[in-house]
């Protein structure tokens, strides 16, 4: 079993309408959740990051953390064409020391 | 306030040649790392700094040295490049205080013949 594991897609979704992206990890103790965009030849960019059970909104962006489920998902609302990229979810990893173990990303497709 | 640069960016290596792939960051951050980045594997973790003068391996270590060479420059050196190395490298920095929050540069494309 993957240590973070994420559909990789595409998902397809009509401008204007609400993109949901989830993600689900194994290591229990794992206590912060980030969301990166990755544009096609760029580097990951951070979008959201969640501590704490529940929801976090920043703009059109939500992140959604349920520890119990070990699950965290991005809704991003309102989507544009130019929100088309891959989404990478990120997770503390179990060697601690801020490194960070990442899923393979889930490419996500606004048509307008 | 250029962030996170890493130099070059491009770069076609044959198989058995050395070099070393340099990373700078101007954001005062204490924890550095290197990741690489292959289709549909997403990225790994090769070697990462947590501070100054300390160096760790990561999930894929073999065959990459690294050198914290200050707090700003953390460099990694492929001995003898081996086609399996043919990936897109990537730099990243964080700060104490903002809990894994990673920040990364623009990346080096390494091809190895």
Redesign the interface.
């Known amino acids: 079993q993957k240590e ?1 594991e994420q559909n ?1 897609g595409p998902l397809s979704v009509p401008e204007g309408a609400i993109a949901s992206l989830n993600c689900t990890y194994s290591d229990r103790v794992s ?2 959740f ?1 969301w990166y965009r990755q544009y096609s030849g ?5 979008i959201m ?1 969640i ?1 704490s059970n529940g929801d976090k909104e920043d703009g059109r962006f939500t992140a959604q953390l349920n520890k119990a489920s070990q699950y965290v998902s991005l809704l991003i609302r309102d989507s544009q064409p130019s929100d088309s990229a891959t989404y ?1 979810c ?1 997770v ?2 179990r ?1 601690g ?9 889930t490419r996500l497709q606004v048509q307008p | 306030n250029a962030g996170v640069t890493q130099t070059p960016k491009f770069q076609v290596l044959k198989t058995g040649q050395s070099m070393t792939l340099q990373c700078a960051q101007d954001m005062n951050h204490n ?1 550095m ?1 290197w ?1 690489r980045q292959d289709p ?6 090769i070697y ?1 700094s ?1 501070s100054e003068g300390t160096t ?1 391996k ?1 999930e894929v270590p073999n065959g990459y040295n690294v050198s914290r060479l200050n707090k700003r420059e953390f460099s990694l050196r492929l001995e003898s490049a081996a086609p399996s190395q043919t990936s897109v490298y ?1 730099c990243a920095s ?1 700060e104490v205080g ?10 080096t494309r390494l091809t190895v013949t």
């Open positions: 973070v990789s206590q912060s980030f760029k580097s990951p960019e951070l990051s501590y990478l990120a503390n990893s060697t020391r801020r490194a960070l173990t990442f899923g393979s990303g | 924890s790392y990741y549909g594997m997403g990225l790994r973790l990462y947590a760790d990561g990537f964080s903002t809990p894994y929050e990673q920040y990364f540069g623009p990346g």
